[in-house]
């Protein structure tokens, strides 16, 4: 149906109810950028969480691109883009991108930001920089998946998740293997987190 042949009436219904949709993920994407706008974070870690959201990763390196060029000389915090809410922080070389839909919470989504930023500068020793990140890639894989699943945030304490990294890197040393063993192990929870996030919106609906 066209935007002519379509009712007024029909069409904002149409809207609202769109509008009034609720979304299981809570962040659409996470990447880190250097200050030439390429991904380092990107190997076994499935950063965009939303499997409509630029399915292929062409669509995904423009995306990334585009979010750059906007953001690299910006002094602001955040910044809206192809209909997303889009919150950063940057460090000597490396941009931290949490990205959400146009109606998430802003305050939500850069509690993320900061939770993964605070995190990892913990673990690099307050060194965020390109080359130490790329050496402690897997302790990077490991903060990330205890932020958030699946698109559900859930933690955004950073001490917290540092104590869950530090727990199993010091249970098994960190390897190619540890890191995708504990990323099969939270996606066999992946079902259970979002049955509590439909419960959770349903009640919240109902209120």
Known sequence: MTAQSCPRQHCATTMDSAALEPSLYTVK???????????????NLKNYYDPELYPSMKEQKNFELNVFNKTHKADNEIAFLEGMTIVYKSS???????????????????AVLNCLFESVSQMLRKNVEKRTLLDN?????LVVDEIIDGGVILESDPQQVIEKVNYRA??????????????????ALTSNVLQSAKEQIKWSILK
């Open 29 to 43: 994407a996470v990447f880190i950028l250097d200050n030439d706008g390429n991904k380092t974070l990107q190997k």
């Open 92 to 110: 000597i070389d490396l941009f931290f991108y949490v990205v959400g839909s146009a109606q998430e919470n802003e305050l939500m989504l850069m």
């Open 137 to 141: 890639m897997d302790g990077v894989f």
């Open 170 to 187: 010091d249970d098994s040393p960190l390897s190619e293997q540890s890191v995708a063993q504990h990323i099969t192990e939270k996606l």
